[in-house]
């Protein structure tokens, strides 16, 4: 490992010595002395290309970094509303001061009558809310989808350019951190000016001289006559089958506060609870590095169907979200963020499933109707000092997530009772303070603690299986309980030299993660005595695990090259004890896990990045555990293998191109990623049970994945399109009924679509999707299968009169199977809205499911697996709603 480790720093400090990089320096300032932030400084040859370039700091100060010929250049400065100045070098050590005279004089990125433009200044880009809104949107999020290099996921999440923002600001402060869909669905497009997307975003004021983020957020723009007052809507709808939704916003936008609030309750298949999904949770995650099972009990629900939520949702639901931000002062800000969820969801569905293994077929019938109340209370609070200087963020989370559900379930004709209760209850608090030091060094402390308690109840009556569960003898029910409590703490400090391009950081840590796992298995015989299963189910597990960290990162910022290297070292000691099971182990590894990222610019707007790592995990509780543990009424899991121990590589490449004054967006991307591991799930299947263990077993798991997509904004024709394909191939290995065998699985998407504004009058959207999925053994050349399906979805939005506006949607699935029937269904919607403009009110009436469809078959083909289901889901529904804006 040495060996490798001294390749990997030589090499990387080969690059430095390649790239050994000069400086120009100097300051921008107006004819008053004023100074200029944020001019764009570009480095010329004679020939006026561009050998490097930057942006002045909030003191009008530049740097720019370079390997040139010195003998022949210039430096040009440039920011809207100055002339251009352009100043010849002569002498490169000093500190170059560039005067610049104002000027009315337009940019050359000319806006012509009814055409849209986008606007580039540095590493941020403007698009003009009005160039891509239409009569008939009402929130800022109907007009983002339509901007192009910007898409929209159903569920709200955003993307620029294929890679999901960070965060959405509202006027460059971040309200909502990245629960962001309550803001893009209820802020009026119209109180919009700009809709920015910043590239290389870093929050924190004081690293911006010396940046290597490279995260992307978007930034709205409010108007000047809408920061003046609160704003907001006011909706209730009736309808049949009786149907009803209301939705209340008031938000503002004031430079000292800011805030969305919003009440919201449904029963027709919206869920408000959407509001609440923290789109960058796995990523926050991994960072926290506390690994924790979610939960260990279901009542075995089978998948959702590939529908758009809002149609297959039954649903009695209400949401109180409130968002609140206090400027104290420039610098200092303090931040609420409250949210309560109630919940009542029934589903309703027929399954089929079957396994496929050499010489047998493991078959399965259920049907289920379940009653499902899932209740959220989140509340956050935080107080953010960011200034050039110093950083100090501090945030208390406290969520609470009760969910009760109740099941009826008849499996192989077999019918029983499930009552499952969860109720997870997770405190923290995250500090992080930074400190830049004189001689621009810095200084960082970092904190994190968390509390979580995970109990679980589920019971089932009658009981099943009892030729397992209670030798063969009939009995009246099972319980099964769990109880997770956990403590975790990670901590650290470091600290960052800055000596021109590059930028060492050395930092020293700790974390500790405590747990105690309690579980008990019991059974009701029908005279109602209540007994332990068996020893064998049950656990009275402690975990401790530990791990004391060292990481040195070298960050080397050349303007159009960038490259990080990181070294991070640990020890690792994990003992875990059961005295019941005679079980006391513990483990201690040293790991050194290496990562390299560069990035070459290769224009000013165009780019390529590359990166390398090597990564060694330990698995959790959840793989040790040997007491056997009832997780719903059909599946048994235990464990008989040591900490499962996880080598990763991973190497990617990908190219990001536009040319935003065009309109064109364009990426592309290639991962390969190769995980070996020392222990497997192994599996025993009967057409009553499964029954899982983990066993010790040296396997791999490859994957391949490649993306290409693409839009464009035509302007002849006031259309974007948008076009991708992306490729995953994986081999993995499955052990079922003591059998090995090793699967391969492939999957291509293609997707395209357009928005396109036919008229002045008219719109018309359109996205289509084709999925091809194929997976197969390599043992058993009988296990293949192949699955695809098209799915079209468009819109027609029409302008009747000056405020009659009617939209017409459709959606058509096509799933073809191997030996399977076609399945094709075809959804219609039709809305009709009525703008009263002087009572600032919208009059609306909806038609969902016109062909009152009830009944959606989905198929579910994994690598030797087939699944039918039948979901029963809402017909048609008629709505009529008014809607208040002030």
């Not at 468009?794 to 399945?823: C, N």
Request: hydrophobic share 35%; with cysteine.
């Amino acid at each position: 490992m040495k060996i490798k480790l001294t390749i990997i720093f030589c090499f990387f400090a080969g690059i430095f010595s390649a790239y050994a990089q000069k400086q120009i320096k100097g300051t921008v300032k107006d004819a008053t002395g004023a100074v200029i932030s944020s001019a764009n400084v570009n480095l010329k040859d004679a020939d006026g290309n561009i050998l490097s370039y930057t942006r002045t700091n909030d003191k009008g100060e530049f740097t720019i970094n370079h390997n040139a010929d010195e003998s022949d250049v210039s430096v040009e400065a440039t920011s809207i509303g100055y002339e251009k100045q352009m100043v010849k070098l002569t002498e490169f050590r000093k500190n170059h001061q560039i005067i610049m005279k104002e000027s009315n004089i337009s940019l050359k990125t000319v806006v012509v009558k009814n055409r849209p433009a986008l606007t580039l200044n540095g590493d941020t880009l403007d698009y003009k809310t009005s160039d891509f809104a239409d009569k008939q949107d009402r929130s800022i999020g109907d007009v983002i989808k339509k901007m192009p290099g910007i898409t929209v996921e159903e569920n709200g999440k955003v993307k620029y350019n294929d890679k999901p923002i960070s965060a959405l600001y509202i006027d460059g402060d971040n309200v909502l951190d990245d629960k962001y869909a309550i803001g893009t669905k209820s802020i009026p497009h119209g109180a919009v000016d700009k809709v920015q997307v910043i590239e290389k975003d870093q929050p924190i004021k004081m690293l911006r001289e010396n940046n290597m983020s490279e995260d992307v957020a978007l930034n709205l723009v409010i108007k000047d006559d809408a920061k003046l007052k609160v704003m907001g809507d006011f909706k209730v709808g009736l309808g049949t089958p009786d149907r009803f939704d209301v939705n209340a916003n008031a938000m503002m936008f004031k430079k000292k506060i800011k805030f969305i609030n919003n009440l919201k309750g449904n029963n027709i298949g919206i869920d408000p609870g959407i509001d609440l999904t923290s789109f960058n949770l796995e990523d926050y995650l991994k960072r926290l590095e506390n690994d924790k099972p979610a939960g260990f009990l279901s009542a075995g629900a089978a998948g959702v169907p590939t529908l758009p939520q809002s149609r297959t949702l039954f649903n009695k639901a209400g949401l109180i979200n409130l968002n609140n931000l206090y400027k104290i002062n420039n610098d200092l800000q303090a931040k609420v963020n409250i949210a309560y969820l109630y919940d009542v969801r029934t589903q309703e569905y027929d399954k089929l499933s079957e396994t496929y293994l050499s010489g047998q077929t493991i078959r399965y019938t259920e049907q289920q109707l379940n009653s499902i109340k899932p209740q959220k209370l989140q509340s956050k609070f935080n107080l953010l000092a960011n200034a050039d200087k110093y950083y100090f963020n501090n945030t208390l989370m406290m969520n609470y997530s009760p969910t009760n559900v109740t099941s009826k379930v008849i499996t192989n004709g077999i019918e029983a009772q499930q009552a499952l209760r969860q109720a997870t209850f997770d405190l923290s608090n995250e500090l992080n303070y930074r400190k830049k030091l004189k001689s621009k060094n810095t200084f960082n402390f970092y904190s994190y603690l968390n509390r979580t308690t995970q109990p679980e109840r589920l019971n089932i009556s009658p009981g099943l299986n009892e030729d397992i569960l209670n030798n063969g003898n009939p009995f009246a029910g099972l319980t099964q309980y769990i109880k997770l409590p956990t403590w975790y703490t990670n901590n650290y400090t470091s600290f960052g030299l800055v000596k021109n391009a590059l930028t060492q950081t050395y930092k020293i840590g700790i974390n500790i993660q405590q747990q105690e796992l309690n579980s008990e298995l019991y059974r009701i015989q029908n005279n109602s005595n209540v007994e332990l299963v068996s020893e064998t189910m049950t656990n009275n597990l402690d975990w401790l695990k530990t791990k004391i960290y060292t990481d040195a990162t070298y960050d080397y910022n050349a303007g159009n090259f960038k490259a990080t290297l990181n070294l991070p070292i640990s020890y690792n000691f994990i003992n875990y004890s059961d005295d019941e099971k005679a079980l006391s182990n513990s483990l201690s590894k040293f790991f050194v896990n290496p990562a390299l990222n560069i990035k070459y610019q290769t224009g000013i707007e165009n780019y390529i990045t590359a990166s390398y790592s090597f990564k060694n995990d330990l698995g959790g509780i959840d793989d040790v555990y040997r007491g056997t543990i009832l997780r719903n009424y059909r599946s048994l899991f235990s464990n008989n293998a040591p900490i499962s121990e996880r080598r990763t590589q991973s190497a990617s490449l990908s190219f990001n191109y536009k040319k935003a004054i065009q309109m064109i967006f364009f990426n592309a991307s290639l991962g390969y990623t190769n995980s070996t591991r020392n222990t497997i799930s192994a599996y025993t299947l009967t057409n009553n049970i499964q029954q899982r263990i983990v066993l010790p077993l040296i396997n791999d798991v490859k994957s391949l994945n490649a993306s290409i997509s693409g839009s464009k904004y035509l302007f002849a024709l006031r259309t974007t399109v948008n076009a991708g394909i992306s490729y995953n191939d994986s081999k993995f290995d499955q052990l079922q009924n003591n059998e090995l065998l090793p699967f391969t699985s492939q999957n291509i998407l293609y997707k395209g679509g357009f928005d396109a504004k036919v008229t002045n009058y008219l719109n018309w959207a359109y996205n289509a999707s084709y999925n091809v999925n194929t997976s197969k053994s390599e043992a058993v050349e009988a296990l293949e299968t192949e699955n695809k399906q098209l799915r079209h979805q468009s819109a027609i939005t029409a302008t009747l009169f000056k405020s009659l506006f009617m939209t017409l949607s459709a959606e058509h699935i096509f799933t073809r199977q191997v030996a399977q029937p076609d399945l094709n269904y075809v959804f219609a919607d039709l809305n009709l809205r009525y703008k009263f403009i002087k009572l600032k009110t919208d009059l609306e009436f909806s038609l969902t499911n016109i062909a009152n469809i009830k009944i959606f078959e989905a198929n579910f083909i994994s690598v030797n697996s087939f699944t039918s289901g039948t979901y029963y889901i809402p017909g048609r529904v008629a709505m009529v709603k008014a809607t208040f804006s002030f």
